[in-house]
């Protein structure tokens, strides 16, 4: 008895060591995001970025082959990132700026917090034409909670390993 449940476990084990994963193509349908930046460094908006990018792209390349129409995103920024979007700052910022300019012009709306404004001494006019200043960052990502959106959080941390080191 204990010499078949061995042969059973060996079989099994290699029976499992022969199967891999597969890719699922989830079945998605037009998406609804609201994405809340609040970051402690204004450098980390370029990987937060990688987000909306990481949401975007896989919807509009095939299978799903999404029109940006479909994909209705909010940001909101409301961290120390909101001096990226500080016209005075364009050459500090730039990559980030541009990348944002070119997902307004795919329908993605960006939201300052007038709050934060405020506390850093911005008036509407500091901010470039694809930025909407709202009044509070916190009403702001309730309101669109409520209408259904889903609520996206960045995590930006430092990266300690390269791939290389810990594949």
Known sequence: ???SAIILLINHTVLAEDKVSKVVETPYTDQKVVYDFYLDNPHKINSAL????SLIN?????????????????VVIHGM????????????YRDAVER?????????????????????????DDFYEFIDVVPSA???L???????????????VEKK???????
């Not at 990688?50 to 990018?53: D, N, S």
């Open 1 to 3: 008895m204990v010499f």
């Open 50 to 53: 990688y987000w909306i990018r």
């Open 58 to 74: 896989p919807l509009m390349e095939e299978p799903y082959g999404m029109a940006p129409e479909f994909l209705d995103i909010k």
């Open 81 to 92: 990132e909101i001096v990226a979007v500080a016209r005075k700052n364009y050459e500090q």
């Open 100 to 124: 944002m300019r070119y997902y307004a012009s795919l329908g993605v709306e960006f939201k300052v917090c007038g709050l934060a404004a405020d506390d850093y001494d911005y008036d509407t």
């Open 138 to 140: 916190m009403t702001e």
């Open 142 to 156: 309730a309101h669109w909670q409520l209408q259904g959106y889903a609520l996206i959080t960045p995590t930006v």
């Open 161 to 167: 390993f390269s791939i290389e080191e810990i594949r």
